[in-house]
């Protein structure tokens, strides 16, 4: 099961991170704010950011990349996906059950 990364401008995150789960695209998201350095049109930028970790399926997860892009204020968002190798099964039928269209959880 994979474990979408997905970065954000402070402003928008919580926005993100509530629509993929109210939407069952997620289990749940996890956020962590940083600070980035990266290379824009050719200059050096350093931002306040927030990391989410979105929890969802093999299934899920094309719908769950497609949604954050149309969410995301950036031109170019960075959504990476991890997979684990190893997973606790309780955890791991829970997140399915939670991303069901029509689960009960």
């Given at each position: 099961m ?19 789960v ?43 990349a ?29 997140r ?10």
């Amino acid at each position: 099961m994979p474990t979408a990364y997905v970065t954000a401008p402070p402003d928008a995150a919580s926005d993100i991170a509530h629509a993929l789960v109210e939407e069952r695209l997620a289990a749940c998201v996890n956020r962590f704010e940083c600070n980035s350095v990266y290379r824009w049109e050719g200059e050096v930028h350093e931002e306040a950011e927030v990391i989410l970790l979105a929890k969802t399926t093999d299934e899920r997860y094309p719908e769950l990349a497609e949604r954050v892009e149309s969410l995301h204020p950036y031109d170019v968002p960075c959504i990476e996906r991890f997979e684990e190798a190893d997973l606790l099964d309780r955890f791991g039928d829970w997140r399915a059950s939670a991303v069901e269209p029509n689960g009960s959880e």
